[in-house]
């Protein structure tokens, strides 16, 4: 067979495994599950890296493929995923839509970037320390599980204006040029309580009641 099956690669297959069943939940209705199958892709997105990088004998072959497969994976769990989500959640309209395809569009043009800057071992400072150029993709799997959580608070109409500013916000900031440096351990387990308790809570409380047409008439004309 082609392609490369080690354990280097695994957590990226998982990864998109999560959210390929996140897209069947999120078509069905089914968000808690959808958000929670984010989550785990963002999480081994997290620490593929890691786990690719204690494999000290790889090929050249081996680490182009892992940068080239983790993107491509990349586009459907925190491209297109969340895209989607927030689409079935109520994002519609002129506004909405194009929100959601800057968001795509953006996604796309990150990794793209990242995979050329990556190849020329780019993003490492002088002093050896790695960092993203733009915000990294993964991002949204901790933005949208935060943004969902707002339901609780807030009138549906609100709700889904949350979710076009996280989709312009968020994809806006994929391409603005500017350094960030990468999470080290600590920040990292920070990251994951945070993404962890928002989604707990979210399994907790929230009872989808989304509602398709509440709202201001004017508002949802563009965004509904």
């Known amino acids: 067979m082609i392609g490369y099956y080690n354990y280097t690669v695994v957590l990226t297959y998982i990864s998109l495994a999560s959210s390929v069943f996140g897209m069947t939940q999120a078509i069905h209705g089914r968000f808690k599950t959808a958000i929670l199958c984010l989550a785990i892709s963002g999480l081994c997105d997290m620490f593929d890296g890691k786990i690719a990088r204690t494999k000290k004998d ?3 072959d081996e680490k182009a493929f892992g940068i080239q ?4 994976c990349d586009v459907v769990c925190f491209g297109a995923f969340p895209a989607l989500i927030c689409y079935l959640l109520g994002v519609r309209g002129p506004i909405g839509i194009a929100a959601i395809i800057l968001y795509c569009v953006n996604s796309v043009v990150r990794l793209a970037y990242f995979n050329v800057m990556e190849a020329k ?15 990294p993709i993964t991002s949204m799997a901790i933005v949208l599980p935060l ?6 608070f807030v009138p549906d109409y609100i ?7 996280a989709l312009i916000i968020v994809g806006i900031l994929f391409v603005v040029d500017f ?7 600590a920040t990292l387990a920070v990251l994951v309580a945070v993404v ?10 929230t009872n989808y009641r989304i509602s398709f047409h509440a709202g201001w008439p004017w508002f949802t004309r563009w965004v509904h």
Do not use: H, W
């Open 69 to 72: 497969i983790d993107s491509l």
């Open 196 to 205: 962890g308790v928002a989604v707990l809570i979210m399994l907790i409380f």
């Open 58 to 60: 790889r090929t050249e």
């Open 147 to 152: 943004v969902f959580m707002v339901q609780f």
């Open 179 to 185: 350094k960030l440096k990468k999470p080290n351990n």
């Open 121 to 135: 071992n780019a993003l490492v400072t002088e002093t050896g320390e790695k960092y993203y150029r733009g915000l």
């Open 159 to 165: 709700f889904r204006l949350c979710l076009v500013l």
